[in-house]
């Protein structure tokens, strides 16, 4: 059964903005849930719905099988970590993981029994006694985190946990929520804005923008079929290329023409394409950086283009080429002989390449 069901769930603010626009979810138990967009998409206010702490202007929030639309925050058997993880500052560890049930009047030796354990999921046992003043940024958020697990609740809630840790904690934490997540089973919903973060954490992302689910899927299904060219240029760092290009067709052969880049479309592609009307000759197509590569020296079929910028990542390089009065990424390996200001040879895979529709920004197929 579904842990959590969204059914055309919508908010519209007193000041008249649409923050969250007609959402329909289904989260499985123990799923992992990414909700990820652009900073103001309207992540954070869907998840205060879920929370309670927020009213839903229309739809309904269904959570164990109970609709939980008038259900108090405090009643819906849910615990949320907030990106600013407002640990109480005069409370040890130990108090702090414990307030919460203390409050719900549990018995002293649960409590007990539910901190201690927490404490040795998250390693925080040698620490219990230290107040959120004397500990790391990392340890403070494994403390919230604590606070969390503690409630043993239907649901847990997570809004940008991770962004107000530095690079490698960020990366750190999010194996460690991970590792907890496996070994938990719990079901959780996670609200950020980093794309890295989602794709290496959600068992299913749901990509939004502007208030409106744009896709929903596992990681890898969304970078490599997204639904549109915000998905596209969203999921992905490097993001997607995205050109414009015109249809021609000459001799049966399909091409994708812009200026003097011209790529041949595949049979695939073709086929794809056949029941347009004739009149719609824009397309764009979608090529991953990783999926244009540098041509072998005097190929007949490279494109050339001219490096502007290139970036030694050490593992990889980035050259950001320019052709056909576009910028492209294209990823190559460390050892390119490659410099800036050259030109370069390039080779598109297309049979990787997808098609969007130029009006509409919808992936074709
Ligand atoms: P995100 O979490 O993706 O950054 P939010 O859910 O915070 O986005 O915000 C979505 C939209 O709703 C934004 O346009 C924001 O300005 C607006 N908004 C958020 N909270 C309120 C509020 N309490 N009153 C009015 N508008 C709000």
Not at 67 to 83: C, E, G, H, T, Y
Not at 308 to 313: G, H, I, S, T
Request: aromatic letters at 4%.
């Amino acid at each position: 059964m579904a842990e959590l069901v969204l059914k055309n769930v919508s908010k519209v603010y007193e000041n008249g903005v649409h923050a969250v626009s007609d959402v329909d979810l289904e989260v499985g138990s123990g799923e992992f849930i990414v909700l990820v967009g652009p900073s103001g998409c309207g992540k954070s206010t869907l998840l205060r719905m879920i929370a309670g702490l927020e009213t839903v202007s229309k739809g309904e929030i269904w959570i164990g099988g109970k609709l939980v639309n008038d259900v108090p925050a405090k009643d819906r058997d849910i615990a949320m970590v907030f990106q600013n993880y407002a640990l109480y500052p005069h409370m040890t560890v130990y108090e702090n993981m414990a307030f919460g049930l203390r409050m719900r009047r549990l018995p002293k030796a649960e409590i007990e029994r539910r901190v201690r354990q927490a404490a040795e999921t998250l390693g925080l046992v040698s620490l219990l006694d230290r107040r959120p003043k004397e500990l790391s940024g990392g340890q403070r958020q494994r403390v919230a985190v604590g606070r969390a697990i503690v409630r043993q609740p239907k649901l847990f809630l997570f809004d940008e946990p991770l962004s107000n840790l530095d690079a490698k904690l960020r990366v750190e934490m999010r194996a460690e929520l991970l590792k907890l997540h496996r070994r938990l089973k719990a079901t959780a919903i996670y609200v950020t804005h980093d794309q890295v973060e989602a794709m290496s954490m959600g068992d299913r992302l749901v990509v939004v923008e502007g208030g409106v689910v744009q896709q929903i899927g596992p990681p890898l299904e969304v970078y490599r079929h997204p639904a549109n060219v915000f998905v596209a240029s969203f999921i992905g760092s490097p993001p997607m290329n995205l050109i414009t290009c015109e249809i021609q067709e000459r001799d049966g052969q399909l091409r994708f023409v812009r200026d003097r880049l011209a790529l041949d479309a595949t049979a695939e592609q073709k086929r794809l394409l056949q029941d347009r009307p004739s009149t719609e000759r824009r397309i764009i197509i979608g090529i991953r950086p990783e999926d244009v590569r540098e041509a072998e020296p005097g190929a007949r079929e490279a494109i050339e283009a001219r490096v502007e910028l290139l970036e030694l990542l050490g593992s990889e390089a980035l050259a950001t080429c320019s052709v056909a009065g576009q910028q492209i990424t294209v990823r190559l390996g460390a050892q390119t002989a490659t410099r800036a200001d050259s030109s370069i040879g390039l080779r598109f895979d297309m049979k990787r390449a997808k098609l969007f529709d130029a009006a509409t920004g919808k992936a074709i197929g």
